[in-house]
């Protein structure tokens, strides 16, 4: 959320030079800036959203569910280990041989 971040610390600054009794410029705007900014932020998480779903797809439909573990658990290895994600994945690892798809 940089984008909404920014507007918020526009604002702040503008704010900061503002008397008690005075809003700052760019508060009657400050609604449709936010927006903007919100949009620009969730962009960038969908299209990489899109892009990870359709890699995750790829490797299932041609090596079957093992593999699509091995490659969400190799991906994602960066997560903490409380995340709620490793859940997710003991869940299907116990499920992975209802996945082959392709494999004979």
């Not at 507007?7 to 809003?23: I, K, Q, S, T, Y």
Request: charged share 30%; hydrophobic share 40%; proline share 5%.
């Amino acid at each position: 959320m940089a984008n909404v971040g920014a507007v918020l610390l526009d604002l702040r600054a503008a704010a900061a030079g503002c008397g008690p009794e005075a809003f700052p410029d760019g508060i009657d705007r400050l609604d449709e800036r936010l927006a903007k900014a919100a949009a620009r932020d969730l962009a960038l998480p969908q299209e990489r959203i899109k892009k990870a779903f359709g890699a995750a797809r790829a490797v299932l439909r041609r090596h079957g569910g093992a593999s699509l573990l091995k490659h969400l658990r190799k991906s994602n290895a960066a997560l903490t280990p409380g995340h709620p994600a490793w859940d997710e994945l003991d869940y299907f690892e116990k499920r992975k041989d209802n996945m082959r798809y392709g494999e004979s």
